[in-house]
């Protein structure tokens, strides 16, 4: 099975600050990752998919990039909604689909 | 509106059964594959199951196979859960998830999401 890791799981960051979150699988999965965004008591939001393709509706202030192994996932400005827990999740090898652990980013 | 309603959740003793059921309204649900994801309190989220569009193919966590069944009804716009042998690991919120592709396996991702319903398994 792949294992995904993210990291940070935790970070904290201002409104206005760029933010990068980082997520490694334990093999190559090519672009098969997506990013879902997580508020408390809420369902997950798909954000981007394909690694790098937004999801309609989502701000372009999100972006993703990586193949392979490493991706990431960018916050050009954060705004005061951004602030949730970020998972990444692979579509490569499956079953099992897995995510990472979670990255929560907090208010500085 | 596209929507996802999950219900069956509840209080349920080790080693009872439970089934979820997960009503999908307002886009065609035979065009898509149909997911389970679960949460347990304060933890992340760990994928269940899935079916494609045809119930043609299937797949499981390795920690639910063999007591967990997935199945839809496409004539009900319906997806189920039938949790069999349940232990205390498997409480948690558990969400229907739709998939932006039609068979599983296949580049899946989740882009609508229900609310969740919660099954608590204790003594």
């Known amino acids: 099975d792949i294992q995904m890791t993210q990291s940070p799981s935790s970070l904290s960051a201002s409104v206005g600050d760029r933010v990068t979150i980082t997520c490694r699988a334990s093999q190559s999965i090519s672009s098969y990752l997506n990013w879902y965004q997580q508020k408390p008591g809420k369902a997950p939001k798909l954000l981007i998919y394909?690694?790098?393709s937004l999801q309609s509706g989502v701000p372009s202030r999100f972006s993703g990039s990586g193949s392979g192994t490493d991706f990431t996932l960018t916050i050009s400005s954060l705004q005061p909604e951004d602030f949730a827990t970020y998972y990444c999740?692979?579509?490569?090898?499956?079953?099992?689909?897995?995510f990472g652990q979670g990255t929560k980013l907090e208010i500085k | 509106e596209v929507q996802l309603v999950e219900s069956g959740g509840g209080l349920v003793q080790p080693g009872r059964s439970l089934r979820l059921s997960c009503a999908a309204s307002?886009?065609?649900?035979?065009?898509?594959?149909m997911h389970w994801v679960r949460q347990a309190p304060g933890k992340g989220l760990e994928w269940v199951s899935g079916?494609?569009?045809?119930?043609?193919?299937?797949g499981y966590a390795d920690s639910v196979k063999g007591r967990f069944t997935i199945s839809r009804d496409n004539a009900k716009n319906s997806l189920y859960l039938q949790m069999n042998s349940l232990r205390a690991e498997d409480t948690a919120l558990y969400y229907c998830?739709?998939?932006?592709?039609?068979?599983?396996?296949?580049?899946?991702?989740?882009?609508?999401w229900g609310q969740g319903t919660m099954v608590t398994v204790s003594s």
């Open positions: 079916i494609s569009w045809n119930s043609g193919s299937t």
């Open positions: 999740q692979q579509s490569y090898s499956t079953p099992p689909v897995s």
């Open positions: 394909a690694a790098s």
């Open positions: 307002g886009f065609t649900f035979d065009d898509y594959a």
């Open positions: 998830a739709k998939d932006i592709v039609a068979t599983i396996h296949e580049r899946d991702a989740f882009d609508i």
